[in-house]
């Protein structure tokens, strides 16, 4: 083989060989993005669902027996509760209990 033709099919394979690398360069900052954007997807979720978020709204989480409540039905005139605000915590206990039919 010639001196220029085999210098020639040496700089035709580095050529292919830097095509490859910038694909792969490409394919792997790609990739990252993509990751990256599904990661930051998954943590508004999991921020949307934390309990404690509601309680930066304006919200409090009620808590009896160190239980949440969820229905006035379970708790009772008298009964001590905590109530759970964003910058802290009050006890309270219970007059009375009304109920909402519409809900």
Same mark, same amino acid.
């Not at 095509?19 to 792997?28: I, N, Q």
């Not at 009375?96 to 519409?102: K, L, P, S």
């Given at each position: 083989?010639?001196? !220029?033709?085999?210098?020639?099919? $040496?700089? *035709? #394979?580095?050529?292919?060989?830097? /095509?490859?690398?910038?694909?792969?360069? %490409?394919?792997?900052?790609?990739?990252?993005?993509?990751?990256?954007?599904?990661?930051?997807?998954?943590?508004?979720?999991?921020? !949307?669902?934390?309990?404690?978020? $509601?309680? *930066? #709204?304006?919200?409090?989480?009620? /808590?009896?027996?160190?239980?949440?409540? %969820?229905?006035?039905?379970?708790?009772?005139?008298?009964?001590?509760?905590?109530?759970?605000?964003?910058?802290?915590?009050?006890?309270?206990?219970?007059?009375?209990?009304?109920?909402?039919?519409?809900?």
């Amino acid at each position: 083989m010639r001196p !220029g033709r085999l210098a020639r099919r $040496i700089n *035709e #394979r580095m050529q292919r060989l830097a /095509e490859h690398d910038d694909l792969l360069r %490409r394919a792997a900052v790609a990739r990252v993005q993509r990751e990256r954007s599904a990661l930051a997807e998954l943590r508004a979720n999991l921020e !949307g669902k934390n309990p404690l978020a $509601i309680l *930066e #709204r304006g919200y409090c989480i009620v /808590e009896a027996g160190g239980r949440v409540v %969820r229905s006035a039905a379970s708790l009772a005139p008298g009964e001590r509760v905590t109530i759970r605000m964003m910058d802290g915590r009050a006890v309270a206990v219970v007059e009375e209990t009304t109920y909402d039919e519409d809900l």
